[in-house]
């Protein structure tokens, strides 16, 4: 089937089949392998991508869901030459350690801080719970969300 | 700001950290060549049994499979294995646990894959399942592996002293039984990897894996081929902690790719395959028998350990090496008598993890050692600084410490930290309901390979033709932050801003063998080659801005941000002119270092032809205030100090990076993590039902530096990646005895336990 969708601000058009997940269009199709895949049944948080400013699991989402969505994946969010403020304050609080929980975990921040931009360290606590991380024992990223540049 | 040299001692942001938070860094899993193909493993699915026939002839004939291949079709021994070869790529004949892979499909797609391997039918004769040690252990168990001749893959001793006769002439003896939990590793990228063998006969690997020069005998000792004509990759792995170090996909990707000349083969296991077919850390039971006088002095142990490598050996007898080595923990024990057995059962293979046979033997002797001071009415940190090993005291392998030791002042931390200062008064400011308790615990984990195998590296540093430095990484980054760290050793010899270094991932063909990434020897080893190499740059860039600037001596050039600069005429070479002026093989240096092996002659731990013993100790001490719900049983950890002495720091960031991990991944030993089997059958194939710690599960971990200075290492540092993973497990034991009143022998600590312990003591409040 044919789908539309706008990610990271460019208008696509796909044809996927009809049991083709988010996941695989991303990373596969679309050469988005930022986006990363650590357990396929929706318990780690390393696919999240940001379907209408909101956090969703890419491996628990078929691609023809996409369809009429707006996507932010972790490429849209920033580059290396020009990061979001989520992504400069992982690097420098230290919060990425081998990097693979790291997309997915900017990502879960970035849906809280679109709604709570000031949230109590406990909040982001809460927030991230769905995302695994198995290097860092979480305190780094707590403090990179906590204390990231505000715009 | 940016021309500031890239150095060490600050806490500096890690280089591959924002192209990893950016989500461009490439890891092996990210990796999807044009036409490639996956291959994936039919696995058995019995714990134990005789192989009778596997039937592929409907996977076969379905349409967009290229190859199913059997025992029949592996060139070479079919066998892998670090020490003990042991380990068949495809399984002919016999089926030792449920991961055993008795076929190999390689498909158009991951669909077609899928299918493939469920039409594959196997046929094989159960035999009797070993599924724990007593039962590998019984007089007529069947053997796993008949040309071994027995279910023990090692029983070794270590000894010192007399310990039975100091035994029976100490003040107090106690007697416990320990068990830990086989405990996996559950890095977020499982393993991975793509193969492809080119026209020129070279068969190229990517995979995310902790020991790319090893691979390549691995790899041509199964298939049968020659080591050099196998190219091994490793990019930045997504976790590894152990569980990467040794073979998993390589030579099954191996062995497609020399079926399929010129395909990209990629295999990627899955969540529960990686539970299935990964290793685990080995499950333990320990023995112990502990002598000391009334006032407080060690004065002998008589121990048994036994340790269940599942269906393979990896490298299960040098991990009960380690454990037997620290058996007596971190103190001054004159008397020990070590005996271990290493088992074979039908269990997942067990192989190398984060605290190495060390993280079981921790629960053993700290909690011995809270029974001692309960026993003798002492405070349990007091009893500690008293015995704990000093430089200069011989280790309970006999070992003279001649290298750093910080233990005591780790302990010194712990004990002045208000965390401890205020125990008791928090512990009195407990909700209704609701028990304190504070734990401590005393660690240490020897560095590197031991003797026998020899731990070295060979760096490799090259100036670019537009002035750049770039390092030749040996060994992989599985996320400790090593290549960083290799930058900033550059930085800090040649004076470099982070601009102006680069450091490749470890390549068999660009860079030098230099090891695994393991044994908290990665940054130790590979930085004393790469300060030698670093040294040799300088001498040599030196001596060609001489040549360059027409200066006769060569005394007086000092290296700066871009540029040699010679300090008595103030004339400066850039780097850029340097790089271009010099042929590349004047652009290289390359040096070498091999860490040094103690040189006691110990009259013991014969049995163990490598690793046995170790010279150069990381120490700490932890504390734990955890809470106990009285209804519940569930247990909160609501905060965690951890004194770590790993030498000087090189960067804090990093360092503190490595405890907090460590940290976490042994608070889930202690209270989550158990991997589940019954009957040798996992039960926990997932992570809903086999739970790691998130967010909320931990506190804000404190990690104190204790920085003693290691004279061998490089800038004073030791490898503190393991040690961080031993405290957590005896601490909360010890919080929760403080809390509970009745002593842990068992992990991981469940409410149910919990539960059980409240209502054999009676819960009054």
């Not at chain 2, 990707?253 to 299935?276: C, N, Q, V, Y």
């Not at chain 2, 302990?411 to 200062?421: I, P, Y």
């Not at chain 2, 860490?595 to 990381?618: N, Q």
Request: proline share 6%.
């Amino acid at each position: 089937m044919i789908i539309r969708f706008c990610i990271n601000g460019r208008d696509t058009e796909l044809d996927v089949r009809g049991d083709e997940r988010a996941v695989d269009t991303l990373r596969e199709r679309l050469g988005l392998t930022g986006t990363k895949e650590g357990c396929g049944t929706g318990e780690c948080g390393a696919c999240a991508i940001l379907v209408n400013g909101r956090a969703r699991l890419s491996c628990l989402t078929l691609a023809a869901q996409l369809d009429g969505q707006d996507l932010t994946t972790i490429e849209g969010l920033g580059s290396p030459k020009t990061p979001h403020a989520l992504q400069r304050s992982f690097a420098e609080h230290g919060a990425v350690q081998c990097g693979f929980c790291t997309p997915g975990m900017v990502v879960a921040a970035a849906d809280l801080l679109a709604r709570d931009p000031h949230p109590e360290r406990e909040t982001i606590r809460e927030a991230l719970s769905g995302n695994l991380c198995r290097c860092t024992g979480y305190t780094r990223i707590l403090d990179a969300v906590h204390k990231v540049e505000k715009p | 700001m940016s021309h500031e040299p890239y150095d060490i001692g600050p806490a500096r942001p890690r280089l591959d950290a924002l192209a990893k938070a950016c989500g461009t860094e490439l890891f092996s899993a990210d990796s999807y060549p044009p036409g490639l193909l996956w291959a994936g493993a039919r696995r058995c699915g019995v714990p134990h049994g005789i192989l009778r026939g596997v039937d592929a002839a409907e996977a076969r004939a379905l349409p967009g499979v290229h190859a199913v291949l059997t025992r029949e079709d592996v060139p070479g021994s079919n066998r892998q294995g670090i020490v003990h070869k042991d380990m068949p790529v495809l399984c002919g004949t016999r089926v030792r646990h449920c991961g055993d892979p008795v076929a190999l499909v390689v498909a158009e797609s991951r669909d077609v894959l899928r299918k493939a391997l469920a039409l594959i039918h196997v046929d094989i004769e159960p035999r009797q399942t070993l599924a724990d040690m007593d039962a590998a252990l019984a007089p007529d168990a069947p053997l796993i592996h008949e040309p071994h001749g027995s279910n023990i893959l090692l029983a070794a001793e270590i000894h010192k002293g007399n310990a039975e006769e100091a035994l029976a002439q100490c003040d107090v003896v106690l007697e416990e039984t320990y068990f830990t939990p086989a405990q996996a590793h559950a890095f977020l990228e499982t393993e991975n990897g793509l193969a492809r063998l080119d026209e020129d006969g070279i068969l190229h690997l990517t995979v995310s894996t902790q020991a790319p020069f090893r691979d390549r005998f691995e790899i041509g000792h199964a298939l049968g081929i020659e080591p050099w004509k196998i190219r091994v990759h490793s990019p930045f792995l997504g976790g590894g902690f152990g569980g990467k170090d040794g073979a998993t996909v390589q030579c099954l990707l191996g062995l497609a790719a020399l079926r399929l000349p010129g395909r990209t083969i990629k295999m990627w296991w899955d969540r529960e395959e990686s539970f299935l077919a990964g290793y685990k850390r080995h499950a333990a039971r320990m023995h112990y028998r502990l002598g000391a006088m009334n006032d407080g002095t060690l004065r002998s142990l008589v121990c048994h350990l036994w340790y269940d490598t599942g269906a393979y050996a990896h490298l299960g007898g040098e991990i009960m090496e380690l454990g037997m080595e620290h058996a007596a923990g971190p103190y001054r024990v004159n008397h020990m008598d070590c005996r271990g057995l290493c088992v074979y059962t039908n269990n997942p293979v067990a192989g190398a993890f984060r605290g190495f046979g060390v993280a079981q033997a921790s629960l053993a002797f700290e909690g011995m050692m809270d029974r001692l001071a309960d026993r003798l009415g002492r405070d349990r940190l007091d009893l500690r600084r008293q015995n704990a090993l000093r430089r200069g005291d011989r280790n309970c392998a006999g070992v003279t410490l001649t290298s750093s030791v910080g233990l005591d002042e780790c302990l010194r931390r712990v004990q002045g930290h208000e965390l401890w200062t205020t125990r008791h008064a928090w512990k009195k400011d407990a909700p209704p309901f609701t028990r304190r308790g504070v734990g401590v615990a005393a660690v240490f984990n020897g560095m590197g390979y031991g003797r026998g195998l020899a731990d070295n590296a060979i760096a490799k540093i090259e100036l670019t033709p537009d002035g750049r430095f770039v390092i030749y990484s040996g060994v992989p980054d599985m996320g400790q932050g090593n290549a960083s760290t290799f930058a900033q050793i550059a930085g800090e010899m040649l004076c470099q801003d982070a601009g102006r270094l680069e450091v490749i991932q470890p390549d068999t063909e660009r860079s030098h063998p230099s090891g695994s990434a393991s044994a908290g020897r990665t940054t130790y080893t590979f930085g004393q080659a790469l300060i030698k190499a670093c040294e040799m740059m300088t001498t040599k860039l030196v001596r060609r801005a001489a040549l360059a600037l027409m200066i006769d001596e060569p005394g007086g050039f000092t290296l700066v941000p871009g540029a040699v600069r010679h300090l008595p005429t103030g004339k400066e070479l850039p780097l850029t002119v340097m790089g271009a002026m010099l042929p590349r093989d004047d652009r290289v240096c390359v040096a070498e270092y091999l860490m040094p092996v103690s040189r006691d002659v110990l009259d013991t731990g014969k049995d163990f032809p490598l690793g046995f013993p170790h010279l150069i100790f990381p120490f700490a001490a932890h504390l734990v205030r955890v809470e106990v719900d009285e209804l519940t049983g569930l247990v909160r950890v609501c905060d965690y100090l951890a004194a770590t002495d790993g030498g000087r720091v090189l960067n804090p960031q990093n360092f503190h990076q490595q405890i907090e991990g460590a940290v976490a991944q042994g608070l889930g030993f202690a209270l989550m993590e158990g991997f589940g089997t019954e009957n040798a059958r996992i039960t926990t194939p997932d992570l809903s039902t086999y739970l790691i710690p998130t967010s909320l599960d931990l506190p804000d971990t404190q990690s104190v530096a204790v920085e003693t200075l290691e004279h061998s290492g490089p800038f004073g540092m030791k490898g503190v990646g393991e040690v961080g993973m031993n405290g957590p497990l005896p601490a909360v034991a010890s919080a929760l005895s403080d809390a509970l009143g009745a002593h842990i022998t068992r992990a991981p600590v469940t409410p149910a336990m919990i539960l059980e312990l409240l209502a054999s003591r009676g819960a009054q409040a």
